[in-house]
């Protein structure tokens, strides 16, 4: 074969005797200049981004495994394009061990080359060439073995009743855990996987099933065809023992006109609980399809339960990774479980247009895919159900973002991402539930219709590429026809915080006036500079006058703002619809009207109005008088607004001593007994989805802040009994709404004994939803020989690095028993950061919010620091829980004695 360096050589020369026959020396020398270009060698290896000039347009995979093994092994080709010639090129490889490496050119000349890896942190890997390769077309081809990951990432292994399996968790940068790679989003490109397994294993990808060959010793070499552009962290495989389901196919639509393949697989035994996500899988695609007006991209559809998983879901294209507890579904799956599930469900179905098909060219905006997919998946479940109450999933996701968008150490929602620790943060409530909350909000903005035509816009325009977060707002504008929404959109996204509203409502003759000024919000103890943030506001207002109720908009853009009204109110309801992302304070006789006509408020609105007075109250400007005034106004609305207020009760107890916690239970079962009374002696038939929803945590409330010792001692037989607790267990002595709170209960009341029992059902169930709750409650509520055990139990093999995590939280937040845990948590760091998933690695820093005075979260926040090395990343989950613990220490202080206040009065 020939030397390429030679060839290089005599291709110089003739060029050479070429230029010297026909040009003069100057230009001859002018031309050799710009002809011969030195190769590209990056000497410093890349600390962020891989160096442009080099793009991987394919990719294929031929892997050889077995579960029971402990590493596999890969060949792989790589096809790239060379914008310059380069001696060197870096890539990523994080546990691959290359053995051989070498450029294939186009016209079948190779070059040798030599890897070497971690250059950088997280896998950054360099290869050098013999002689530089030219600028255009070339192959990597790698020969390598690499180990089977045990943290849950990349391709990783784990076991369930005995029986190995593998499954693939890419996102964000852990592709290169199974093979080398260039592992960042703007790479999209075809992948074609062949996996070799052992005969009688389930074998799935991305692609659809290519064939399959007998090899005659024991293993099967599976073809996989190829697939779209797709990014590196979308890749998928599953190599196991797995039941598979195959399902009715997705039926041919007027956007498609090819029904879908779909299948399901979960670990053995477990199939029959994939029918409920399978049934509903043909309704979801079929909206989706409708709204993009674009068929589904990848052409067949599996849906993957793991044996175990770090995350909900992962929305690998054509083949999607759910946690067992976000799929299977059986006759012990609570009302929220099972609505928890389709919502996922629906969430990585989306993904496959937004995120999949048009794809963020870097992290920073990845926040548009999670925020997208948690906005579409309550639509989607709103258009296929609509008696569902789906519509109120985004004043949820509002408030659930809002106690993190308090903070100073916040983030906005496109956050710049200058290190890999930045990427794992993006992955917070900032990105899902805000980001999908402000959709809704600019949704609501500018009508369904209009943002609905942005989307398809945006599509078609993007389709199997990259795009920003200016390539979508310039698609939402151009498709709505309203360009001003981007400088408003921006105001949101580029910024971190709360807008908070000061509403002032007056009145002079027959007319009326909303004096509006904004600041950021920010709680008791804070750091943050009100004053320095405006936004750009689509404000909306429910107005009530003698002519009924009627909507005011105008957007607000500066720091105080006026809305004229063409009649005097009788109350204003400063966030029409609850689709606004803001909190609000408003005068006193606005304030007491809404309570007067809480009633009258939509329960979207109801939710939002709750939670602006708690907030209120947390920051300083509502009285306790009239925020507890508001917990009572919420009794009388509806179930979703009660079960919002439900969650301030804790606020009010931690304040109070001995006799003002007596006063306060018989304060609960005077406001919130009647609400339980009305849905506790009704069929669930008559009830409806929130109130359903709302019974178990109205009970639970009940039970341990009222007076109920009666119904205590029957909820605690009804967990025995369900557990086995001397007597054969009974999986119908308890609804599965009730597990939690009824082992919670009975660990209080009958401690060590009760505890045996619970732990025994635990360890011999294989039901990971049912496991997952009664640890947790056992770590919440059991006393501190308790926890201890459990902790010391969850090291060993019974417990899984998931399930140990959530004992090491859940115990955490046992403030009975946290002064003897967290010392046995800081002697066993180490083993705990070894045996949880990689990804909650850095969020262990983010307990020092639990901790609330001043000493303990200095303790824990040294106690983090000296762990730097165990939990790279840890930085802003460290520095939101500090904040956190400090803000709790001084609301506490700050309000304390004025919530003894009214309760020594009861």
Not at 879 to 897: F, H, I, N, Y
Request: aromatic share 8%.
């Amino acid at each position: 074969m020939k030397s390429r360096l030679a060839t290089a050589l005599l291709a110089g020369a003739a060029s050479f005797v070429l230029l010297s026959a026909c040009s003069t020396p100057a230009e001859t020398e002018a031309v050799m200049t710009a002809s011969i270009e030195a190769p590209v060698l990056q000497a410093e290896a890349p600390t962020g981004q891989l160096p442009e000039g080099v793009r991987p347009t394919a990719y294929r995979l031929d892997l050889v495994t077995d579960p029971s093994a402990s590493t596999f092994t890969g060949h792989e080709e790589i096809d790239l394009a060379l914008e310059k010639p380069h001696a060197r090129i870096w890539l990523h490889a994080l546990g691959p061990v290359v053995s051989s490496v070498k450029a294939v050119l186009p016209d079948g000349m190779e070059i040798a080359a030599t890897f070497t890896g971690d250059e950088a942190a997280d896998g950054v890997s360099r290869i050098d060439f013999a002689a530089p390769l030219p600028a255009g077309p070339a192959t990597l081809v790698i020969e390598y073995e690499a180990p089977y990951n045990l943290n849950l990432a990349g391709l990783y292994k784990v076991e369930q009743a005995d029986r190995p399996y593998l499954v693939t968790q890419m996102e964000p940068i852990d592709a290169r855990r199974m093979f080398p790679s260039f592992d960042e989003p703007r790479f999209k490109t075809p992948y074609t996987l062949t996996v070799t397994a052992p005969e009688g294993m389930e074998v799935a990808a991305n692609g659809a099933d290519a064939g399959s060959e007998d090899l005659g010793n024991g293993m099967v070499r599976h073809s996989f065809a190829t697939t779209r552009p797709i990014q590196s962290y979308l890749v998928a495989l599953m190599v196991g023992p797995y039941d598979k389901v195959v399902a009715d196919p997705i039926p041919a639509t007027a956007v498609r006109a090819e029904p879908v393949p779909l299948r399901g697989f979960a670990a053995a035994g477990k199939g029959e609980k994939l029918a409920d996500a399978l049934d509903i899988t043909d309704e979801m695609v079929e909206w989706q399809e409708a709204y993009f007006d674009y068929p589904y991209p990848y052409g067949k559809l599996d849906l993957i339960a793991a044996a175990d998983f770090a995350y909900g879901a992962m929305e690998n294209a054509g083949a999607i990774v759910y946690r067992e507890a976000a799929l299977l579904i059986d006759d012990r799956t609570s009302l929220a479980r099972q609505r928890a599930i389709f919502n996922t469900h629906a969430h990585e179905l989306g993904h496959q247009w937004f995120g999949n098909l048009v794809t963020p060219a870097w992290w920073n905006d990845i926040w548009l895919n999670e925020a997208f997919a948690t906005w579409i998946s309550s639509k989607t479940m709103n258009g296929i159900d609509p008696d569902g109450e789906w519509d109120l999933a985004p004043v949820m996701s509002s408030l659930t973002a809002m106690p993190t968008d308090s903070l100073a150490s916040t983030r906005q929602i496109r956050n710049p991402i200058r290190t890999n620790g930045d990427i794992n943060d993006a992955f917070d409530s900032i990105t899902y539930r805000k980001g999908g909350s402000v959709l809704n909000m600019f949704e609501t903005y500018l009508g369904e219709d209009a943002f609905r035509d942005g989307m398809r816009l945006h599509m078609r325009r993007f389709e199997d590429g990259v795009a920003t977060a200016e390539d979508f707002m310039q698609s939402l504008a151009d498709g709505s026809g309203q360009p001003d929404v981007v400088s408003s959109f921006t105001s949101f996204i580029a910024q971190p915080g709360i807008p908070f509203l000061d509403v002032q409502v007056s009145c002079s003759g027959e007319t009326g006036e909303l004096a509006i000024a904004q600041s950021r919000y920010a709680p008791l103890g804070s750091t943050i500079d009100t004053e320095a943030q405006t936004w750009e506001i689509p404000f909306a207002a429910r107005v009530h006058d003698a002519s009924g109720d009627h909507i005011v908009r105008q957007m607000l853009s500066g720091k105080s703002s006026t809305i004229a009204l063409d009649s005097c109110p009788d109350w204003v309801m400063p966030n029409a619809g609850g689709a606004g992302y803001w909190r609000f304070v408003t005068d006193a006789d606005n304030a007491a009207a809404l309570r007067e006509n809480y009633a009258s408020l939509k329960p979207a609105e109801q939710m939002m109005l709750t939670d602006s007075i708690n907030a209120g109250f947390s920051a300083g400007k509502v009285s306790a008088t009239d925020m507890v005034a508001g917990l009572e106004a919420a009794t009388t609305g509806s179930a979703a607004a009660v079960s919002t207020s439900i969650d301030m009760i804790g606020t009010l107890k931690a304040s109070l001593d001995k006799g003002g916690k007596a006063e306060l239970a018989d304060w609960v079962e005077a406001n919130y007994g009647p609400v339980g009374e009305y849905l506790f002696d009704r069929p669930a038939t008559a009830l409806t989805t929130s109130e359903r929803l709302l019974a178990p945590k109205l009970w639970n409330l009940l039970l341990n802040e009222g007076n109920r010792a009666d119904d205590r001692a029957v909820f605690t037989a009804q967990a025995k009994a369900y557990l086995g607790i001397g007597q054969d267990a009974d999986p119908t002595a308890l609804p599965a709404e009730d597990l939690g709170a009824a082992v919670a209960i009975g660990v209080e009341d009958e401690g060590q004994a009760f505890y045996d029992g619970a732990l025994a059902y635990v360890v011999a169930s294989q039901n990971q939803t049912e496991r997952a709750t009664i640890l947790s409650a056992l770590a919440g509520n059991g006393s501190e020989a308790i926890v201890m055990d459990l902790f010391k139990r969850a090291l060993g093999d019974e417990i899984s690095g998931n399930e140990l995590y959530t004992i090491y939280r859940a115990s955490l937040a046992n403030s009975d028993v946290r002064p003897a845990i967290w010392p046995m948590m800081k002697t066993n760091f180490a083993s705990i950061v070894a045996k949880i998933p990689s990804i909650r690695k850095p969020q262990t820093a983010s307990v020092t919010g639990y901790f609330c005075t001043a000493e303990d979260v200095a303790d824990a926040k040294a106690f983090f620091e000296s762990q730097a090395d165990l939990i790279p990343g840890y930085e802003r989950s460290l520095m939101q829980g500090v904040e956190r613990g400090e803000l709790c220490s001084a609301e506490k202080a700050s309000t304390a004695d004025e919530i003894k206040a009214i309760f020594a009065d009861n």
